[in-house]
């Protein structure tokens, strides 16, 4: 199916037609992972980037191309991207646990340390999943980024949390 | 008879960018908008927009008015809220119903050597039955409720429509405390952009494609309770024993806009159907001046699209409303229209606004072809 039939794609898709981060680039770490498919006008990913480690250049219609070897996991990135598409993932958060960074637009927060109910693209629910960080500095503009520590091996799936009543 | 130099109508994105644009060049400008407050639907507007880094985006609607507003204020522009105007006559006179001095409206008329229209547009409706059932509204309207007002309009929403505005209504809804039971769309694809689907879709929600509403059921309150959706064939009618039944208290209808050309029409101003814009729009040349001389056009009124674009066009206004008054050398308001359009055509960029580059080509075209290209009145010394 494609995206603007469902909405979302799945990882393999996304695959399919963007760079990913290499196998090799998640083993070592925090690294974005770019969601963003359709060539629009937007570039505020780029200049948030202090890392240079986003391309888009001239026309600003073009996809965003992450350097994966410059690119430190750092987030700045994710609080930027008017789409909200931007995550980043850590494959070796811990031996059997990864961690899913992901922007959260909505009241309330959940709280670090809480146990949350994490969600893939389309909403359905994955897994348990537990609040390690909450960043929310005046500097992302009301768009705070929340990183859960969820079992290794969904960490491809995973991009939300459902919200609290 | 009360004179201005620029009258524009509306005080949205264009309105206020050419207000600006004008002001600075050292024009008179008086900006009349019939709203309690300025900035059009930029307040409305708390997601971060999309667009060139260089030029506001990644900011928030409302924090792009507020920074508007107070460079119109800075300007020294002048700015009659609650005030519409309610007619444009020969003679470039603009009829207003005063109501900027206070609770009662006074009929003014003020005359302009420039006017700009830079109105917007009104959105469009769907029929179907139930549709003047308490709980059924525009988009628009359940925004400006929940952002402006904060009013929760309902508790449950079906959100008819999966453009920008539908997707994007959808996901304030949600941020205001609002259920968002599905959004059911005719059309076999999603609108928007799929950055705006992907958030509806991980939260959970439904977007039907392929399907329509086919009524909205009032409860024993006489307010909507239900809501019957069905699948369309191709020929876009409802597909027997399709339909299902969804709870919610709310009916939010995104179906697209329409640019609101009125006061261009009694003008006789030259108008053509442009499906790409919306409906029917002025032709225009690249300064925004529509085939009557000294009445330009920009924003939502020239076309539908979206702010950003709206901002563009309202400075190319601004500045050529500005160079016919003698403020702007020609030489140089065409090399900072060459600036802006270049801007306008890197906005119109990709599969989402290739066809509205296309279209708005068009209309220049269209416009040089019937019109010509008129010569301020002032020269380069």
Request: with cysteine; proline share 5%.
């Amino acid at each position: 199916m494609a995206i603007h039939e469902t909405g979302y794609l799945d990882y393999t898709e996304l695959a399919g037609l963007r760079h990913v981060p290499s196998e090799k680039r998640y083993m070592q770490g925090p690294v974005s992972v770019i969601e963003c498919v359709q060539c629009i006008p937007c570039n505020p990913c780029e200049s948030a980037c202090s890392k240079n480690a986003i391309h888009i250049g001239e026309p600003i219609t073009n996809l965003p191309e992450l350097d994966e070897d410059k690119c430190t996991g750092c987030g700045l990135c994710v609080s930027r991207c008017p789409g909200l598409a931007i995550f980043i993932v850590n494959k070796v958060f811990t031996k059997t646990t990864a961690t899913v960074s992901f922007p959260y637009e909505y009241v309330p927060l959940p709280k670090e340390g809480a146990t949350v109910r994490a969600v893939d693209r389309k909403g359905a629910y994955i897994c348990d999943g537990k609040v390690v960080k909450i960043i929310n500095p005046e500097s992302f503009d009301h768009t705070p980024v929340i990183t859960v520590e969820v079992p290794a091996g969904v960490s491809d799936e995973v991009r939300s949390v459902e919200r609290s009543k | 008879m009360e004179k201005r130099e620029v009258v524009i109508v509306g005080a949205g994105p264009a309105g206020l960018a050419a207000s600006i644009e004008a002001a600075k060049a050292g024009a008179q400008v008086l900006v009349v908008d019939l709203n309690m407050k300025p900035g059009g639907q930029l307040f409305k507007q708390i997601h971060k927009f999309f667009g060139s880094s260089a030029h506001h985006a990644g900011m928030r609607g409302i924090d792009i008015g507020t920074e508007l507003l107070d460079e119109a204020q800075k300007a020294g522009v002048e700015l009659w809220l609650n005030s519409t105007v309610i007619g444009l006559f020969p003679g470039n006179k603009v009829g207003i119903e005063d109501g900027s001095k206070g609770p009662e409206k006074k009929l003014v008329t003020v005359h302009a050597d420039e006017i700009i229209v830079a109105a917007g547009a009104s959105e469009n409706v769907v029929r179907f039955k139930g549709w003047t059932t308490p709980g059924v509204m525009g988009a628009g309207a359940a925004q400006t409720m929940i952002n402006v007002h904060h009013v929760k309009p309902g508790t449950r929403a079906v959100m008819i429509g999966s453009g920008n505005v539908g997707l994007i209504v959808s996901y304030q809804m949600m941020q205001a405390g609002i259920d968002v039971a599905a959004l059911v769309e005719a059309a076999p694809k999603i609108g928007g952009y799929a950055v705006h689907a992907a958030k509806i879709r991980r939260a959970g929600i439904p977007i039907y494609t392929g399907h329509t509403i086919i009524e909205a059921v009032p409860g024993s309150d006489g307010t909507v309770s239900k809501v019957i959706t069905a699948q369309v064939g191709s020929d876009f009618k409802p597909v027997e024993g399709t339909q299902q039944t969804i709870d919610a208290d709310l009916v939010t209808i995104a179906t697209g806009l329409k640019p609101s050309t009125e006061l261009l029409r009694l003008m006789n101003c030259e108008l053509v159907f442009d499906g790409a814009f919306g409906g029917y729009v002025p032709l225009h040349n690249r300064r925004m001046e529509t085939s009557v001389k000294n009445i330009f056009a920009a924003g939502d009124t020239a076309g539908v699209e979206e702010a950003s674009t709206a901002l563009e066009e309202g400075r190319l206004a601004g500045i050529s409303a500005a160079e016919s008054l003698g403020y702007i050398l020609r030489g140089d308001a065409e090399k900072e229209r060459d600036v802006i359009w270049a801007r306008l055509d890197a906005l119109r960029m990709g599969p989402f606004g290739e066809r509205r580059m296309i279209e708005k080509k068009k209309i220049l075209d269209e416009f040089n072809g019937k019109v010509g290209t008129p010569v301020p009145e002032f020269q380069e010394v």
